[in-house]
């Protein structure tokens, strides 16, 4: 399954689209998720950003062994999509995945 997160953008073909961090964290609790699309802010910071799913993967992953699904980032917010991005990084260390969310280092 391919989740999409966001409150405004139309949903792309193929993707099943959720509004709320908790709305993609009870699919990703699934293990049915393959891939995840976020956006950041999501018109009620109260009921969550897209930022909190990924601070959620990481505990998941670092607490139980859970196996992410690739994640994007397609958030308008410039300051929030560097903090995402470095959040998706987070999670791929903790996965012992090699990174994918940005250009290949060191000749990867």
């Known amino acids: 399954m391919r989740v999409y997160l966001d409150d405004e953008r139309v949903t ?3 993707w099943r689209r ?5 709305e993609a964290i009870a699919l ?7 891939e995840l ?3 950041h802010d999501l018109g009620d910071d ?3 950003t897209g930022y909190d799913v990924i601070v959620w993967i990481e505990r998941a992953v670092i607490e139980r062994g859970f196996v ?3 994640i994007a980032v397609h958030s308008a917010n ?5 903090r995402m991005l470095a959040g998706i990084e987070a999670v791929e260390r903790a996965a012992g995945l090699r990174a994918t969310s940005g250009p290949a280092r060191n000749g990867e």
């Open 12 to 14: 792309p073909p193929g």
């Open 18 to 22: 959720v509004y709320w961090p908790h």
């Open 28 to 34: 990703l609790e699934t293990g049915e998720v393959a």
């Open 37 to 39: 699309s976020l956006d």
């Open 46 to 48: 109260a009921r969550g």
């Open 68 to 70: 992410p699904p690739r």
């Open 78 to 82: 410039p300051a929030a999509r560097m």
